[in-house]
């Protein structure tokens, strides 16, 4: 992949007719040591987020040994890739053929849950296999996140702890217990009542537990849209995991997705027409912005040119290059009054559901993808002003302390 120093350098540079994915490994290390260094537990990356191989890498450099897949394709990308790895299939429901492949081909021992009818599968497929580790997927409130996911997984607290003394008694190795509070969740408290609910259902069924998996949720900013600290999260779910029945002999694990590759990655996007308040863009929900798009929310944006414009900033309805009506943004996008045919609208915020939701709908490519070195402007893994100026602090008396060493 070509490198710049930021995304302004692709307007000096012969771009191709379709979008331009921009890459930042860097901060998906950023937020991997961030994960590494603050959560209590094992952290498994949640590869639907973005399966790319800079993503993949970035991550493994960095520590972050762990994978959540949801697919036969993700489970031999990720073997493939890291034949060490450990490799969680977290999908509740998978074909007979994806649970045999990834048991027999890929090593995956680890499988999530939420039926007796899939623990049948899974112990069928897999030969009665002993060496599992089954995790019951639980259904819960997805109040407090943006994209709630609760409606189409999950068994419910008042059937779980059948569910869980089944598995139980299949299982010589481990059980666990996992949950996902929903996507882009904006309420530490939520993983608490998940975690309340959990346990009660543990102590209901009656059985051991050596997983509790807090699953993914773990935000990242948006415009009008800035969560708490996200140590705040991981406060909030190591107090709860002491106050749980298991804790004394339970792991505790998490599947960030966003939050690890969110800031990573942006999209360079060409105006075709503007139509007074409306922008036709190279790029849309078939492409890279299906997030941009269908979600309502509101994602950063910058005009790039050479010289800045001076225009006040508008709202701005985004269409996307297809011929089908879908493909238009569901939340205008805040620009220069200025934009004309030809600008260039760099989008940010989309290492997470970017690329990896893109499609070739209509003939149209989801674009060359280039590494930048720049870094985006809110991060949750920025430290804290205190922080900073501690570590500016300790920059210049390691200077001074060289410069004492040179003139003695």
């Not at 970035?58 to 959540?68: E, H, I, Q, S, T």
């Not at 406060?235 to 939050?259: D, K, S």
């Amino acid at each position: 992949m070509d490198r710049v120093h930021s995304s302004f350098d692709l307007l000096s540079h012969n771009l191709p007719e379709g979008p331009v994915v921009m890459a930042r490994p860097h901060c998906v290390a950023q937020a991997a040591q961030w994960f590494k260094t603050n959560f209590p537990g094992e952290v498994l990356y949640a590869v639907k987020a973005n399966p790319a191989p800079w993503v993949l890498d970035a991550l493994w450099a960095n520590g972050v040994k762990g994978f959540d897949v949801a697919s036969e394709a993700e489970c031999e990308l990720v073997a493939t890739r890291f034949p060490e790895a450990q490799i969680a299939f977290m999908h509740p429901v998978k074909s007979r053929r994806a649970i045999s492949r990834a048991y027999r081909d890929f090593g995956v021992k680890t499988f999530a849950l939420d039926s007796e009818e899939e623990l049948e599968k899974i112990l069928q497929e897999t030969g009665g296999a002993k060496d599992l580790t089954l995790v019951v997927r639980f259904a819960v409130s997805g109040d407090g996140s943006a994209y709630p996911l609760a409606r189409k997984f999950g068994v419910t607290p008042d059937e779980a702890p059948a569910l869980m003394r089944r598995a139980r008694a299949v299982s010589e190795e481990m059980l666990g217990v996992s949950f996902h509070v929903g996507s882009q969740c904006m309420r530490p408290d939520a993983f608490r009542q998940a975690m309340e609910m959990t346990n009660r259902a543990i102590v209901k069924a009656g059985v051991l537990v050596d997983v509790v998996d807090v699953g993914g949720g773990f935000p990242a900013i948006y415009p009008g849209m800035t969560p708490p600290p996200m140590i705040d999260f991981v406060r909030t779910i190591a107090t709860q995991f002491e106050n749980m029945f298991v804790a004394q002999n339970a792991q505790l694990w998490a599947e960030p997705g966003r939050a690890l590759v969110a800031e990573a990655g942006s999209v360079v996007t060409r105006v075709e027409l503007r139509k007074g308040d409306a922008l036709y863009l190279n790029d849309g929900a078939f492409g890279n912005l299906f997030d941009a798009t269908h979600l309502n929310w509101a994602f950063p944006a910058q005009l790039l040119r050479k010289e800045p414009s001076r225009g006040k900033l508008m709202p701005f309805r985004l269409y996307g290059p297809t011929c089908d009506s879908m493909d238009a943004a569901s939340a205008p996008l805040m620009l220069p009054c200025d934009v004309q045919e030809g600008d260039l609208i760099e989008i940010g915020q989309l290492g997470a559901y970017g690329a990896a939701l893109a499609t070739q709908f209509n003939g149209f490519q989801t674009g060359e993808t280039v590494v930048a070195l720049d870094s985006p402007g809110a991060s949750m893994f920025a430290p804290a002003p205190a922080q900073r100026a501690a570590a500016q602090s300790a920059r210049v008396r390691s200077i001074k302390r060289h410069i004492k060493r040179v003139t003695e």
